[in-house]
């Protein structure tokens, strides 16, 4: 549904002209307009947003909200160049079993990106040509950018020193 | 070990030809850090490359997470330290953004210049180590000469040549030195001229040109997809600069030009930049010209240090800093993608806070880490000699790209 406040932006009505259920919300705040977008139709608002000009996919990204539920948010930044227009959109997934499709069907900038938010979050982007480490060595285990990672890591302890 | 970093024995031998897999970096001198290339071979084509990325990471967005607002300064000057101000000035609007804080026009004055400065040195060291790699080593003395009187003067602002923290959340962190108009003023009437002598080095070399024009060609809504950004995606003929765009720090205020070439080609980088130095030239004249009088801090004494004098005669000034050591200051709850140019190209700052001292998330969208996922378009099917030469066009820095 779309709320109230952003009935008159020209890219939110165009996602939910495109489908209705398509959006969860959303906001305007310092000028930024984020979109909530449902996870599991998060290739069709690019899709969409694509066919609008908006050539390019700036960054993705997560955040962890641990210990909130749903945990992780995907964040996509997305430009129009000949719009001179920034959107983000957000889909919220669950810390159990952190899954969203991958945006590399739609935007070929989404393949390194998503590699890093798999590496550092462990969020699984599905059908992602190449999902491996790209930041920490292969051989790695646990995702260090989650809050619940403590930023010494694991491995070592100073005091045992 | 991840399969495709992997170098296979390669030995397919078919009537004439023998694939062969090299193994490129990470510490070879023309990867500008430690960048690992994957190059598989037949005679001196590049059929398929493939970029392994990662030595440099350091973990910088998780210390981030650890550390109060203002203490992320710092860190920020590591992330591209080629252009450590820029980067400290993309973190420091965004936290001002979500503060909804107002900067007194010195400090933007201020920060435009020392923005610039930084690109003009930091293009001048990729065009020093560019011309290396290709083979002009003269460029290469020249450019680092100029690149120290760069350096000198942010010694002279900041006490730092590198590291310079500099541009702190709430405007400067001290006021410009004594004589620092005469300084830089003196740099730039110089400059123009050195400018010219790279350019006589470099326009007419006929080793240059064969080497350059012509070369790491892909055509320009590929290179927007891919992420490409910065003196490359102008050099393919699209005007796009955050400077113009979504003017920051006023840069509405200042008369400059984005150079562009339709070129697309390694030679087309070159001109871009260089036609970029002598704008940045342009814009430091205007600041210093235009230099309005003031505070470079904002009056906001929960946020910005106050006065040594203040604080050791006043009460409230005594509180404020003490709670701003000891605690640092909360920002509000929010989220804020602030988009600067950076030498580089696009350089992004998302911050998340959730009202507390500290941020919830910084991550930082780097110009060379989008650029570089573009080098196997760029130099597959093409000569292993243009290679160096295109991965030196695309200027990254490897702590940028890795954090």
Partial sequence: MLPENLKENAVAASLEQADSDLLLGGNTDHNELTLDVVPEKILGALQTLKGQ????????????????????EVVYHLQSVSRNLYVRLKCR???EKPEIDSATAVYAAANWYERE?????GVVFKNHPNLTRIMMPDFWEGHPLRRDYPVHGYKYSYQSE | MNETLTPAATTEKSQHTRRMTLNMGP?????????RVLLELEGETVLKCTPDIGFLHTGIEKQCEALNWQQVI???????YLANLSNNLCYSLAVEKLLEMEIPPKAQWMRVLLCELTRINSHLVWLGTHALDIGAMTVFFLCFREREDILRLFEMFSGQRLMTSYIRVGGLALDPPRGWEKRVKTFMDTLPSRVDEYESLLNSNPIWLKRTKGVGRLPVEEMLEIGMTGPCIRAAGIPMDARKMMPYSSYDKFNFEVPTSTDNDVYARYAVRVAEIRESIKIVNQAMAGMPEGPVQASAPHVVLPEREKMKTQMESLIYHFKIVTEGFSVPAGEVFQVIESPRGELGYY??????????????RTPSFGNLQALPNLIEDRMLADAIAIMGSLDFVLGDCDR
Wanted: charged share 25%; glycine share 6%.
């Fill in chain 2, 74 to 80: 710092t860190l920020t000057d590591r992330v591209d």
């Fill in chain 2, 27 to 35: 510490q070879h001198p023309s990867t500008h850090g430690v960048l």
């Fill in chain 2, 351 to 364: 911050v998340v806070s959730d009202g507390t001292a500290k941020p919830l998330r910084v991550h930082m």
């Fill in chain 1, 53 to 72: 000009r908006f050539e390019r996919l700036s960054t993705v990204t997560v955040v962890d909200r641990y210990p909130m539920e749903p945990r992780f």
């Fill in chain 1, 93 to 95: 997934i669950s810390g």
């Fill in chain 1, 117 to 121: 938010a798999w590496d550092l979050f």
